[in-house]
């Protein structure tokens, strides 16, 4: 199990980035798939990015690319997720999660990921 804890989060004006992290403790990191999702109240939680090993294994939602980054540093077991260009439909809980399998294509539905982080709020205003 890896244990998985979230920050950055917080209220930014729309037009505005947020940069989130999330620290990853427990079995070794750097094999496993890595992916941001997020959630608002009474909908499912939707996946934002993934990323395998490098940065070329990187994927993102639609809704999202072009406007957010999702990297990674092994070294110091953190996944990040830089969010520029916001926009106050990006508001959510942003969750970080950890597949324990290395995937060439990160999976995109949250029942394939077995650790999750508590979550960060973000809230874009308009």
């Known amino acids: 199990q890896v244990q998985l804890v979230e920050s950055g989060g917080g209220l930014v004006q729309a037009g505005g980035s947020l940069r989130l992290s999330c620290a990853a403790s427990?079995?070794?990191?750097?094999?496993?798939?890595m992916a941001w999702f997020r959630q608002t109240p009474g909908k499912e939680r939707e996946f934002v990015a993934g990323?395998?090993?490098?940065?070329?294994?990187?994927y993102y939602a639609d809704s999202v690319k072009g406007r957010f980054t999702i990297s990674r540093d092994n070294a110091k077991n953190t996944v990040y997720l830089q969010m520029n260009s916001l926009k106050p439909e990006d508001t959510a809980v942003y969750y970080c999660?950890?597949?324990?399998?290395?995937?060439?294509?990160?999976?995109?539905?949250?029942?394939?990921?077995?650790?999750w982080g508590q979550g960060t709020q973000v809230t874009v205003s308009s």
């Open positions: 990323i395998g090993w490098g940065r070329s294994s990187a």
């Open positions: 999660a950890a597949d324990r399998d290395f995937r060439v294509v990160p999976f995109t539905t949250p029942d394939e990921y077995e650790d």
């Open positions: 427990g079995r070794a990191f750097s094999s496993n798939t």
